[in-house]
C-alpha cells in the first residue's frame, strides 16, 4: 500500500508543478537581473584624482586558495607617482584558468583596491586572454570595468562592483555593518553599504532584491509574503512595472 501511495505520489507532485509558472527564460536574449553580491570578474579600483588603489602589498596573491593571482609591486616613481603610497602594483594577473571566485582576495586587499563585478558569462578562445592583465583589470578613466571582446556585458553588471566586500563588517562585528568605511571610487564616489540583516541599509541605492521578491512566484504559497498574494501581489507586480518602465521613459 505504501508503494502503491508513493508511486501516485510521484505523479501527484509532476502535475503540481506542471501548472505553477515557469523559471525558465530565453538565455542569452534576455538575462536574470544579478544580485549586487554577486561573485564575478575583477575589477582594480582607482581613487576619485584617477590614482590606483593597488599598492602592491601582494596580500590578495597570498591569500588566494588556487594560486591564480600573481602580482610584484615597485617603488612609486616621485615625478608621476602612480598610487599615493610608497608603492604600485606593477604587475597584477589573475588565471581565470584557476579562479573559484571566493573573495578571498577582496576581503584580504587592504585598500579595497580589488573587488568584483556581476558579470561571469565570459568565454576564451584561447588559454592567454584567460589571463587578465593589469591593463585589462584597471577601471577605465570613468570608472568603468574594460570590457573584452568576448565578455558579454549587459546593463547595470558594471555597477555596484564589489558588493560582497561592502557587504561585510570588521571581525563580524554588528555595530559596524551597514556602516561606510572606505574611500571613494572613480566615477562613483562613495558607495552605498549594504546593511545585510541590520536595519542600516538602502535597497535603492544597492538595487538590492529578497529572493522573496525577486522569487515569489516559484515559492510555496506559504513562503510568499503577505503583500505579495493574491490580487493584492498582482496589483503590487503591476505598479512595479509602470515605475520602473517610467523610470526608463517608456510609455
Known sequence: MANALS????????????ARPTVTNSYPETKRPKQPRQHGRHV????????????????????????????????NPPDHPVSPGERYGYVY?????????????????????????KLFEFSFT?????????????????????RLPWEDWRDGEAAMTGGWMRATSPAGAADFEGVVQWTADLGAGV?????????RRD?????????????ARHL??????????????MAAAARQRRASRRSKGVQ
Not at 584597471?138 to 570608472?143: I, K, P, S, T
Not at 558607495?191 to 536595519?199: I, K, L, T
Not at 535597497?203 to 522569487?215: C, G, I, P
Open 44 to 75: 582594480l579600483n582607482r581613487y576619485e584624482d584617477g590614482m590606483e588603489k593597488c599598492i602592491g602589498c601582494e596580500l590578495c596573491a597570498g591569500v588566494c586558495p588556487v594560486n591564480c593571482i600573481h602580482v610584484r609591486g615597485l617603488d
Open 126 to 146: 584561447n588559454r592567454a586572454d584567460a589571463i587578465y592583465t593589469k591593463a585589462e583589470l584597471v577601471v577605465d578613466d570613468l570608472g568603468y570595468p574594460q
Open 7 to 18: 508511486f501516485f505520489g510521484g505523479f501527484k507532485l509532476t502535475f503540481q508543478h506542471l
Open 191 to 199: 558607495r552605498a553599504a549594504e546593511g545585510g540583516q541590520s536595519d
Open 220 to 233: 510555496q504559497p506559504e513562503d510568499v509574503p503577505l503583500d505579495q498574494r493574491g490580487l493584492r501581489g
Open 93 to 117: 594577473e589573475i588565471n581565470y584558468l584557476r579562479c573559484i571566485h571566493c573573495d578571498l582576495c577582496v576581503e584580504a586587499c587592504p585598500t579595497q583596491a580589488i573587488t568584483e563585478s
Open 203 to 215: 535597497d535603492a541605492a544597492t538595487h538590492t532584491k529578497s529572493l522573496r521578491q525577486a522569487f
